[in-house]
């Protein structure tokens, strides 16, 4: 994984805008099944190469190929794994801030922004296990091509795959005996798609926002104690899926739901944040342009990085339409290096992805790639007066 060693290396999350023909494929495809897959494979392949040439344009370094083909970036995985059945209405738990402002939760219902029901998620109804790895083949073949397509030039490039922590509590089990042999599960299947991304050549992103929004989520009912204790063994699980793959090869992302929602029931960064740098990985990536966490940013003062491990800090919003003054980028990258104490231990990034789920986004395409823009003046502003 490449460091900022002369400038401040840009790059996202993950999911990008996908465009309205493959939404509303994807969407389809998921409601009932009936879509002409070689159409489908074409509009992703498509969707694939606009979006590799987009982040090229805007100046991105550490690029990806914008989650083009998944429904979301957790349920995906019901359609590459064994052990998956429909799921069920209004199965997981609403989180606290959906209970505690209805008014804001039933504005969101009633927008018709959302497209696919994210509580009624695929849930295991058997063994899961991961035998047939076509669907990440395809994938990461998919990228290459759409690399070569464009002719793309990147610093470096990346591909995202669910933690097995959060794909445990998104996806509801209706199988196995406890929460932790279910996470274990999940573990043991996914560590065969991590092999095959860093195989493949790409820097594995694990996406793990279990860690924070799972506070007001799925273990509403634990303390902070007991919520910690179930992070860590989430941690402990995706270690055991990492076992082999080199640390420097692999960034965790965290967040507290990529949502414009109050967030007042969020944990603190300084909650979980030891609980990361246990992760085997050689970044960890956490939003910090928006409201409720900005301030937090400061926490790697007090609880420094360990040595060797990068922040990938998010200084552009992705549940807003306002476009980030380049002023604003820079003032926030140069905030996060004095925390950290060494710049070319900072990578620029987003708060976290901008089409995480298909069909259901809150910042517009043409403003997804005007903020993208402004995240790399922003960088370049910034490494004038950090290098």
């Not at 993950?14 to 998921?30: F, K, N, T, W, Y």
């Not at 349920?75 to 008014?103: H, N, T, V």
């Not at 009633?110 to 695929?122: C, E, I, K, T």
């Not at 926030?332 to 708060?351: K, N, Q």
Request: include cysteine.
């Amino acid at each position: 994984m490449q460091a900022s060693e002369a400038r401040i290396l840009t790059t996202h999350v993950g999911s990008l805008p996908r465009g309205q023909v493959l939404a509303d494929l994807i969407v389809a495809r998921e409601e009932d099944g009936t879509v002409d897959e070689a159409a489908f494979d074409a509009a992703v392949r498509e969707a694939i190469q606009v979006t590799v040439a987009r982040q090229q344009a805007a100046g991105i370094d550490i690029a990806n190929d914008g989650e083009m083909e998944r429904p979301s970036f957790v349920s995906y995985i019901a359609s590459r794994m064994a052990g998956f059945g429909p799921g069920g209405e209004q199965a997981r738990p609403l989180p606290l801030d959906a209970q505690k402002f209805p008014i804001w939760f039933d504005n969101i219902n009633r927008s018709g922004r959302r497209r696919l029901n994210v509580y009624a998620f695929p849930q295991a109804i058997g063994e899961v296990g991961y035998d047939d790895t076509s669907g990440v083949e395809r994938e990461c073949a998919d990228f290459k091509d759409g690399l070569a397509a464009v002719g793309a030039d990147f610093a470096e490039t990346f591909m995202t795959s669910v933690s097995p922590g959060f794909a445990a509590t998104a996806m509801m089990n209706r199988y196995y005996d406890s929460h932790e042999a279910y996470v274990r599960a999940l573990a043991r299947g996914l560590a065969r798609e991590y092999r095959h991304i860093v195989e493949a050549g790409f820097v594995l992103q694990i996406d793990s926002p279990d860690i924070g929004m799972e506070r007001a989520g799925y273990f509403q009912a634990e303390t902070l104690a007991g919520f910690r204790d179930k992070i860590a063994m989430h941690i402990d699980a995706l270690n055991q899926a990492l076992d082999g793959i080199p640390a420097d090869r692999v960034r965790l992302h965290a967040c507290w739901g990529n949502r414009d929602g109050p967030h007042v029931h969020d944990p603190a960064v300084g909650d979980v944040v030891d609980l990361m740098y246990e992760a085997r990985v050689g970044a960890i990536t956490l939003p910090f342009a928006n409201a409720r966490h900005a301030h937090e940013i400061e926490v790697f003062r007090t609880c420094p990085l360990p040595d060797g491990m990068l922040l990938v800090p998010g200084v552009i919003e992705t549940t807003n339409n306002y476009v980030e003054h380049p002023m604003v980028v820079a003032e926030r990258i140069e905030r996060a290096a004095a925390a950290v104490g060494d710049p070319s231990r900072i990578i620029a990034s987003t708060d976290c992805g901008f089409g995480t789920i298909a069909g259901d986004t809150f910042t517009a395409e043409d403003v997804v790639w005007a903020k993208l823009e402004s995240l790399a003046e922003g960088a370049r502003l910034a490494s004038e007066r950090l290098f």
